[in-house]
């Protein structure tokens, strides 16, 4: 019988971390709610790390408080916080058998050792490598250990366990793998789970949210379809999927300028602004013959990617060139090839506006 966790909620205000003159943090907000996988998504040198070590009691924030459910651990030493954490190393202690490791702090809370032995096979079972308890982590693949560094951080249900690039480096397919193994484990047990991740395709695959950073602040946070779907800056519409972007002056009301063409847009504009960036995805810009659109514009380069093919059309009258994602079978209906000219269509309400 699998024992489920007490997910904790984690709530943290206004944490603000310096490093000499640097800051690393600039205020951040933040509640994680019971039995929610949340990933801190962001470039290099964001902060996404520096946040999830301040979480641990490995960092002391500059300023701000944390509290894990009524629990004030914003001073609280890492020992006496209650969490399972997991880095990119494996960091398994190497001449410890894969049992031993995951039973380490079972024994450093006192647990006799009928229950250790109880819970060790309860985990191994869970990850899968009951037949693997007896061996040494250098006899297990990458995959493997990362999943027994798992066990261990969950072995003395952790309310609250954190992920730091479990998964970057693993090869793509052991990745792939891990990644829905991950969450299937986190969703049973319930614990509250935070991944830092710069993969935005692992951060939209495995969260309930997405925690985007950018320089110290959180840009936004959202379910993966709202961060993809209705991106609320420039930076998350780039830093996520494909975008192109498309310089534009305001007229009144919902319209902008774009060369000597006026679009109507559907989404809310940007307070007044002298220019503005419109977007739009490649997968909602729609191809058609010549004659048929209200852009004209020629085939520079194709790239079949399997499901679809990434087209790239210099715009005729704008210097402007998009990327278009169609179907084969679109392709072939319009006769696509490099060179050609074509007419696209840009629908408003996949037209994105932001302030330049
Ligand atoms: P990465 O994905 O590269 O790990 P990150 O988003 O996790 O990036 P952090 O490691 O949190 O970024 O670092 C945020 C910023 O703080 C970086 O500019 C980094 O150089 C700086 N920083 C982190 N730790 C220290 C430290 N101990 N002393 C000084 N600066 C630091």
Known sequence: MTQQTQGSRLEIQGVQK?????????????????????????????GKTTLLRIIAGLEQQSAGQLFQGSDDISLKPPKDRDFGIVFQSYALFPNMTVCDNIAYGLRSIGMGKTQIKARVSELLELIGLS???????AQLSGGQQQRVALARALAPSPGLLLLDEPLSALDAKVRHHLRSEIRNLQKKLGVTTILVTHDQEEALAMADRVVVMNNG???????????????????????IGAMNFIDSAPLNGQRVKVGNRELELVRPMPEVQDSVRLAIRPEDVHLMPVGDGDWEGRVEAMDYLGAFIRTQIRLSDVELDLVVDVDPRSARQLDLVVGRSICLHLPSDALHCFAA
């Open 131 to 137: 037949d693997h308890a007896k061996k040494y982590p």
């Open 217 to 239: 602040v959180i840009e936004q946070v959202g379910t993966p379809l709202e961060i993809y779907q209705q991106p609320k800056s420039a930076f998350v519409a780039e830093f």
């Open 18 to 46: 310096n490093f000499g003159d640097f800051t690393a943090l600039k205020s951040i907000d933040l509640t994680i709610e019971p039995g929610e996988l949340v990933c801190f998504l962001g470039p290099s040198g964001c």
